[in-house]
């Protein structure tokens, strides 16, 4: 597919769902990646057995990445490591269900935090280690605003991808002179735990599925796929994008 031999990658959120994807397709076309986790360190470990399966370097790098202590001491250990960084995917996140009249702070707060801070936090960080040039890709979502859909009880959410949409933009400004390109991918409704709930009724799932022009779920090797192009030389003018891989979702 894409050539990524030599490239270090950081995938965040990557033990499990869309993250684990994106990890096992960059390994898949030459890079070393480091798996992130917040809390599930058995899951992780299993990445990593299947990135080294391939033949690449790989290990866990443990960090909530909303606090600012952590982030930086996750990057400590990969430029212990590697000395270098040439891929970071912002992926991590978390979707917590809650009609708006019932949102509560906390809700907020934790979901803009771990989804939209936590991207600047590790941003912030990687461009230290990007001292020839790199890729940054932030994981959106259809559910983000603007040309995006909207969907009951996830208003903080929408908010939290909305930003991720704002802030990639504003940082591939930022970051073209030092040769770092930033896009976001913007998924659909992916089949993962994640959106396990969502799918779970039969009727409610049917109308997703209505509205899918591929008429099929997506899967992480979907969203994977994406990230290793963007990652990829073929993609050297690309920055500041959206790349909505929703199956036609927006195209309905």
């Known amino acids: 597919m894409f050539d990524l031999k030599g490239k ?10 869309i993250g684990k994807g994106i990890a096992l397709v960059l390994a898949k076309q030459g890079a070393d990646v480091a798996v992130n986790y917040r809390s599930k360190e058995d899951l992780a470990q299993q990445v990593v057995s299947e990135i080294k399966a391939l033949g690449r370097d790989s290990f866990v ?13 996750m990057f400590e250990g990969i430029k212990s490591k590697w000395g270098k960084l040439d891929i970071l995917v912002n992926n991590a996140g978390i979707l917590q269900f809650a009609p708006f009249e019932q949102l509560t702070e906390e809700q907020w707060d934790s ?5 939209l801070k936590g991207q600047f936090l590790c941003s912030q ?35 939290s991808k909305g930003g991720v949409i704002a802030l990639t933009e504003n940082m591939a400004i930022d970051l073209a002179a030092k040769n770092i390109n930033v896009n976001a991918i913007a998924p659909g409704v992916i089949d993962t735990d ?7 009724d039969e009727k ?3 109308e997703l ?9 997506g899967k992480p090797e979907d969203i994977g796929a994406t990230a290793a192009f963007l990652s990829s030389d073929e993609a050297d003018y690309i920055t ?13």
């Open 204 to 206: 409610s799932k049917a």
């Open 111 to 115: 979901t803009l935090d771990v989804n």
């Open 8 to 17: 270090k990658a950081l995938v965040t959120g990557a033990s499990r769902g």
């Open 125 to 159: 960080e990687a461009i230290k280690l990007m001292t020839d040039g790199g890729r940054i890709i932030n994981i959106a979502s259809i559910s983000s605003g603007g040309v995006g859909v909207g969907f009951p009880t996830i208003a903080h959410y929408t908010a």
């Open 240 to 252: 500041g994008s959206v790349i909505y891989v929703d199956g036609g979702w927006l195209a309905g």
């Open 209 to 217: 599925m209505a509205r899918i022009a591929k008429k099929r779920l």
């Open 61 to 73: 790098v443990q960090a909530d990445v909303s606090k600012s202590d952590q982030v930086k001491g």
């Open 194 to 200: 994640m959106t396990d709930s969502m799918l779970a």
